[in-house]
């Protein structure tokens, strides 16, 4: 996987960030944020209730749907182990998103292919 190092590019650090800060907040294992393709950004963290769980980036990705957001351009997840699973690369692929960025504990970032 590519490094893209502690300081990505000015949209993508203030993805980083929103990402972070969603997993602060929220107390839980991930945070997520994601732009649209019209510049909008969506934040989340993850939803685990019985009825309904949800990763940070499945909700944050319902979120953009749920405003009107035709594709989602970028993503960043922030947890202690990051990663993008099956499920979410499916549903990334659904939106658009090519590449995810993940930031682990230590604040490093790493771009992730998502094929397509």
Known sequence: MPEVGD?????DAKLVTLARSARARSGGAEG???RDAMG???????????SLRLTALQAAVAAAVA??????VA?????EAPAVSDTD???LGEVGATVAL???????????????
């Open 89 to 91: 690369k499916e549903l």
């Open 75 to 79: 993503v960043a997840v922030a947890a």
């Open 32 to 34: 997520a944020a994601v």
């Open 7 to 11: 300081v990505p590019a000015a949209d």
């Open 40 to 50: 909008r950004t969506y934040v989340s963290g993850a939803v685990p209730l019985r």
């Open 67 to 72: 405003s009107g957001a035709d594709a989602v």
């Open 102 to 116: 993940l930031v682990g504990p230590d604040g490093g970032v790493t771009e992730v292919p998502l094929g397509g």
